[in-house]
């Protein structure tokens, strides 16, 4: 629906699921349980390319319009979805507008169980409350370190360089209890953070590496909240124990066991055992679910113009995962000229920006006082159509005392730096850029990731 307010016309798909409210999981495994080749490659990148072709002739021969332009808006699922096109077929869209898109699934789906795999390790399963504290007073540490006090984390770069959760052991925290329906039901809580619960926090936000201390994968940054690290409350027990995820769950057992199981241990696993069911993914899923294609010239030479956003406190899909693809695009397609040069090429056709405080494709409670972009895809068409060049994207402050006030977001790489109420500036800090990406690289994984 939201490509209606631009006068467009506006298509969306089942993906050849039979219905509206199937899902891949509910079509994944064919009736004798082997895993159905038709749906992945539709959910991967061909019912949409299929949509796209049939919805811009049925738009060009209903409206003839003198010049036909088409357009992708998506976020999540649907960012990785915009990638998919743009990847394979390079005329096919004139625009993107991208948010926090989850390719690179074989990691993706096994990292959400890297976080109870921690408490389990480490043989410590904090209450979310524990961890919530920890999370607050990594926010409230890092909030000046961008030069403005508004509750907002606008450098979680600098926050991860500078910040240690043990600045919390000792604090006290509460919270209260948890009834039904809307959550599961959990005792109130209350105690001081142990060094338990920070060497967790530590851990989760250092990476995943496995036993030989190779990196496997990126985290979230500390301003990020514990998602997948909260657990649950068991009242047969008294205790609180490691909840995996259920999209992980699904995964493991859907896409890589090929069976229904609906239920997930967590006992044994460890993390070689993740390392090992990423590598089975990307072996089984390279060409569907990781689109990470790091080369996009056919779209480039077609014209084609997309602005990639993501929310730097995304505690869902890593944000250092985005900057990642984006190094990766740079360096395949400009691998001859210089740093600065490379950016700029990219930067006429291929835009990243980071949104300070933004949680998973949305807002941040905890950081209310963060500015959100509004009109991602209306920046894209006035870029296409008009050529108005997003240097910086238009974003509006969501919640707190400069509520509703307009400002601009800093385009990738540069970072935000505020001077008091004066203003921010985008500035180079390679310190800073250097900080997002693993320093010996992945090199767990023996092939390349993009």
Known sequence: MAGLIYGTATGTTDG??????????????RADGTLNYDMLYAYGYTAIHEMTVLG???TRKFYAPPKLYSYFQGCSEGGREGFSQIQRYGSQFDGAALGAPAFRQAFLQVFHLFPPTVETTLGYFPSPCELE??????????????????????????CRLHYNATASIGTPYSCPAITPPNRAPSPATSGTVTPAAAAIANTIWRGFFDSRNRQVYISF????????AATSYNPSTSLFEASPAPISIQYINLFLRE??????????????????????????????????????EPFRSAGGKVIHWHGESDGSIPVAGSIMYHEAVRKTMYPSVGFNESYARMNEWYRLFLVPGAGHCSPSAQQAGG???????????????????????????????????????????????????????????????DSWLPERGLDSIPVPVY
């Open 16 to 29: 050849g699921f039979g219905g509206w409210k199937n899902d891949l999981t509910s079509v994944i495994l």
């Open 56 to 58: 811009k002739e049925l």
């Open 133 to 158: 504290k920890i999370h607050t007073d990594a926010i409230a540490a890092c909030d000046p370190l961008d030069g403005l006090l508004d509750g907002v984390v606008s450098r979680t770069d600098l």
């Open 221 to 228: 940054p500390p301003s990020a909240p514990f998602s997948d």
């Open 259 to 296: 069976t229904r199981s609906p239920t997930l241990s967590l006992r044994n696993v460890t993390y070689d055992t993740l390392r090992s069911w990423i590598l089975e993914g990307m072996q089984k899923f390279s060409d569907t679910l990781q689109t990470t294609w790091p080369d996009l």
């Open 371 to 433: 500015a959100f972009p509004t009109d991602v895809l209306g920046s894209v068409i006035r870029w296409v159509e008009e050529g108005v060049e997003p240097v910086r994207l238009e974003a509006v402050v969501q919640g707190g005392r400069r509520k509703g006030r307009e400002e601009r977001l800093c385009s990738w790489p540069l970072r935000p730096v505020w001077k008091g109420e004066g203003g921010m500036e985008c500035v180079y800090d390679q310190g800073a850029i």
